[in-house]
């Protein structure tokens, strides 16, 4: 069983940035691959980026070269680095936690970006 925890969502400014924060417990962290998603109202829940429990990255396109995904596993936590962020931004994030048959989510942090 593994509990998630995100933080660092909010209100921000058409360029602004934010780093979301998601908290782990329960379980061995290291050996999850973690991801982050969003959902968009009226749109379906899309991955944004991932990153596996050797540390290997992915990231939607939409997000390339803006958002960085990391983890610390000494902390059981993996962050998000979003920059440049753009209206289209604006979702539920939500933090996923997978290995095998073993699939978890947080409970989402809201992102608003007004131009």
């Known amino acids: 069983q593994v509990q998630l925890v995100e933080s660092g969502g909010g209100l921000v400014q058409l360029g602004g940035s934010l780093r979301l924060a998601c908290a782990a417990s329960?379980?061995?962290?290291?050996?999850?691959?973690m991801g982050w998603y969003r959902q968009a109202p009226g749109k379906q829940r899309e991955l944004v980026a991932s990153i596996s429990n050797r540390g290997v990255m992915d990231y939607a396109d939409s997000v390339k070269g803006r958002f960085t995904i990391s983890r610390d596993n000494a902390k059981n936590a993996v962050y998000l680095q979003m920059n440049s962020l753009k209206p289209e931004d604006t979702a539920v994030y939500y933090c996923?936690?997978?290995?095998?048959?073993?699939?978890?989510w947080g409970q989402g942090t809201q992102v608003t970006v007004s131009s």
């Open positions: 329960g379980s061995i962290f290291s050996l999850y691959t």
């Open positions: 996923k936690a997978f290995s095998g048959p073993y699939l978890y």
